[in-house]
T-cell receptor, first 115, second 115 residues
Framework: AQSVTQLDSHVSVSEGTPVLLRCNYSSSYSPSLFWYVQHPNKGLQLLLK??????LVKGINGFEAEFKKSETSFHLTKPSAHMSDAAEYFC?????????????FGKGTMLLVSP | DAGVIQSPRHEVTEMGQEVTLRCKPISGHNSLFWYRQTMMRGLELLIYFNNNVPIDDSGMPEDRFSAKMPNASFSTLKIQPSEPRDSAVYFC?????????????FGQGTRLTVV
């Protein structure tokens, strides 16, 4: 069975400072991993995905994530936060189940950005 | 493509009434997911279709919930009778499930309020 743990329910940063959102996963197979972002009253948008090519993955809006198999982690980072980054972020794992791919979502981390 | 289209965007209904949520996936996608999002439980997968066939409905909370996908371009999620605890945002997502690497694309969601 696959699962995702997002270690922080809320993260607060100041504008211009680095962002770190933590994610650990467990999977029976070689997983694919994703980060999605949800702005208030909006749907979910894909930020980036890891699919076993490069372990450091670049996404939209300056976000990056590094896949570390030994730590079963896929933390999301950004060097400098912007006010528009305030949103909820979801770490997602995908692997095969009965021959079909399923997505399992973490509980989400709310990113708060102060001026 | 216009993306995944859900209707209605908002629904307010009285307890005991039937509610039908609708979803039009992205053209060409062969997998469709229904999720429910609440503050308490986060994002929960309700049901998953592949090529219009329900693959996994283990997340459907009760017999009051049913989902159909009569063709590749349309799906419904029905709640009958509705209860206040069904109040949530319901998301539909679709993907082209060639492998586990494929991300899902989400609609804007339907905010359901049962009073």
């Amino acid at each position: 069975a696959q699962s995702v743990t997002q270690l922080d329910s809320h993260v607060s940063v100041s504008e211009g400072t680095p962002v770190l959102l933590r994610c650990n996963y467990s999977s029976s197979y070689s997983p694919s991993l994703f980060w999605y972002v949800q702005h208030p009253n909006k749907g979910l948008q894909l930020l980036l995905k890891y699919t076993s090519a490069a372990t450091l993955v670049k996404g939209i809006n300056g976000f990056e994530a590094e896949f570390k198999k030994s730590e079963t982690s896929f933390h999301l980072t950004k060097p400098s936060a912007h006010m528009s980054d305030a949103a909820e972020y979801f770490c997602v794992v995908s692997d095969k189940k009965s021959g079909y791919s399923t997505l399992t979502f973490g509980k989400g981390t709310m990113l708060l950005v102060s001026p | 493509d216009a993306g995944v289209i859900q209707s209605p965007r908002h629904e307010v209904t009285e307890m005991g009434q039937e509610v039908t949520l609708r979803c039009k996936p992205i053209s060409g996608h062969n997998s469709l997911f229904w999720y429910r999002q609440t503050m308490m439980r986060g994002l929960e997968l309700l049901i998953y279709f592949n090529n219009n066939v329900p693959i996994d409905d283990s997340g459907m909370p009760e017999d009051r919930f049913s989902a159909k996908m009569p063709n590749a371009s349309f799906s419904t999620l029905k709640i009958q009778p509705s209860e206040p605890r069904d109040s949530a945002v319901y998301f539909c997502a679709s993907s082209l499930a060639r492998s586990q690497n494929t991300e899902a694309f989400f609609g804007q969601g339907t905010r359901l309020t049962v009073v």
